[in-house]
């Protein structure tokens, strides 16, 4: 049996009383989403709603690049998605962040530069990287992934992307047809060198943050394996798993929305 909660929607449910699911007054906590690569804030609607309605502050932010937001691909770096955070986050306090995927690289660096005004970082499907690390160092440690066989390089137009034919392998293996050939049928490029830049952490700042992870069973992109080195080598003990691909938000959106709001409080 894998080691970790196993968290299944009607045992996560009955765990919830009765009065926070009909409190609706805002808590002093702002929960920040980050989404992952190839991906935008458009894709946490779900999870964001129902956020919403348990009484959470929520702000979904959209990396520039990413959705509808066309800033040009020679613009976008680490340091633009960094920066976009921050300024959604301003100076407000008790920050949770939610990063997915790639968005786990973001939500580190955030964390390192503005650690006091953050409460906890609950990483889903997510990289964790070390200091020094980027996506595509600890990427080419995943002997799981289905990424490498279906990716498509263009360093001279400084974009990644996937093969259409491998979309729904990759991503959402487990979500219904008509939503694959909609992720597949859309799929932006994805800026290259965000994913190859190393993140500058240290061990009093970023290092002494609370952190939880939510692990995704049946991910294509981040293997299990990986996921489970990356949460033993940050020592990260607070740990759920999904019997999920690599977009819970998908398919236990509702389930997901539990887990964080749970571990908002």
């Given at each position: 049996?894998?080691n970790?909660?196993?968290?299944?929607?009607m045992?996560?449910l009955?765990t919830?009383?009765a009065?926070?699911?009909?409190?609706k007054?805002?808590?002093?906590?702002?929960?920040?989403i980050?989404h992952?690569?190839?991906?935008?804030?458009?894709d946490?609607?779900?999870?964001?709603e129902?956020?919403?309605a348990?009484g959470?502050?929520?702000?979904a932010?959209n990396l520039p690049?990413?959705?509808?937001?066309?800033?040009?691909?020679?613009?976008?770096s680490?340091?633009?998605?960094?920066?976009e955070?921050k300024?959604a986050?301003g100076?407000?306090?008790?920050?949770?962040?939610v990063?997915?995927?790639?968005?786990?690289i973001v939500?580190?660096q955030?964390a390192e530069?503005?650690?006091p005004?953050?409460?906890k970082?609950?990483y889903?499907a997510?990289y964790?990287?070390k200091?020094?690390?980027?996506l595509?160092?600890i990427?080419?440690t995943d002997a799981?992934?289905?990424?490498?066989?279906?990716l498509i390089?263009?360093e001279?137009?400084?974009?990644a992307s996937i093969?259409?034919?491998g979309i729904a392998d990759v991503f959402?293996a487990?979500?219904?047809?008509?939503?694959?050939?909609?992720?597949?049928?859309?799929?932006?490029?994805?800026p290259?060198?965000?994913?190859?830049?190393?993140?500058?952490?240290?061990d009093?700042?970023f290092?002494?943050i609370?952190?939880?992870?939510?692990?995704?069973l049946?991910?294509?992109?981040?293997g299990?394996s990986l996921?489970?080195k990356?949460t033993?080598?940050?020592?990260?003990?607070?740990?759920?798993?999904l019997?999920?691909?690599h977009?819970?938000?998908?398919?236990f959106p509702?389930?997901?929305?539990?887990?964080?709001?749970?571990?908002?409080?």
């Open positions: 049996m894998k970790s909660i196993l968290v299944l929607a045992l996560l009955t919830i009383t009065s926070s699911q009909t409190n007054a805002k808590n002093e906590n702002t929960i920040v980050i992952g690569a190839w991906s935008s804030s458009n946490w609607q779900h999870v964001s129902d956020l919403i348990g959470n502050s929520v702000i932010v690049g990413h959705g509808s937001d066309n800033t040009p691909i020679s613009s976008i680490l340091k633009l998605y960094v920066d955070v300024k986050i100076s407000k306090q008790n920050v949770v962040l990063g997915h995927s790639f968005g786990g939500a580190s955030v530069e503005i650690a005004q953050l409460k970082i609950i889903i997510a964790v990287p200091n020094g690390e980027s595509l160092t990427a080419q799981e992934s289905h990424v490498g066989k279906n390089v263009d001279k137009a400084g974009i093969k259409k034919e959402l487990d979500a219904p047809k008509q939503v694959a050939d909609y992720v597949s049928n859309n799929l932006k490029p994805e290259l060198a965000p994913l190859a830049t190393p993140v500058m952490l240290t009093s700042k290092g002494k609370n952190k939880v992870f939510v692990y995704s049946n991910d294509h992109t981040i299990y996921q489970q990356m033993k080598d940050a020592g990260i003990e607070r740990l759920y798993s019997p999920s691909s977009t819970p938000f998908i398919m509702h389930v997901l929305a539990q887990i964080i709001a749970l571990e908002a409080k």
